[in-house]
């Protein structure tokens, strides 16, 4: 399973977007791999260009299983926030909840640098295109 995180849905749905990162969501989506959470469905919804395109998105993106923000993601995107900023590695408080949220549920599909920084520092599995 992969959780796509809004980067690569940004790039995905720019009709200039990237032919790599269309075809690796795509073809993520034909496997139904696709799964996401409510912070990146609040991400990619509020850059909707008018309602429509806000209801066809939202329709798309909560149809996909969803992982839960619950306790545990939230206590582990405290903990690895704390845990970073310790060692001078300052991560957005959204990220750290896409990531906690990814852990040992799916791969984080990005193009944001600070899941790789994150990766070097706790266990979550990612892949940047």
Not at 91 to 105: C, H, M, Q, V
């Amino acid at each position: 399973m992969f959780l796509i995180d809004s980067s690569v849905w940004v790039e995905y749905l720019r009709p200039t977007g990237s032919q790599k990162v269309k075809e690796r969501v795509r073809g993520i989506l034909q496997k139904e791999e696709a799964v996401s959470c409510g912070i990146v469905i609040v991400e990619i919804l509020r850059g909707a260009k008018n309602e429509k395109e806000f209801q066809t998105l939202k329709d798309s993106l909560v149809n996909l299983p969803q992982i839960p923000i619950d306790e545990r993601v939230i206590e582990r995107a405290a903990n690895w926030g704390f845990l970073l900023d310790r060692k001078g590695r300052s991560i957005s408080t959204t990220d750290l909840f896409i990531a906690s949220a990814a852990y040992k549920n799916a791969c984080l599909l990005h193009s944001d640098n600070d899941f790789k920084v994150m990766a070097s520092v706790v266990d979550l599995e990612e892949e940047k295109i």
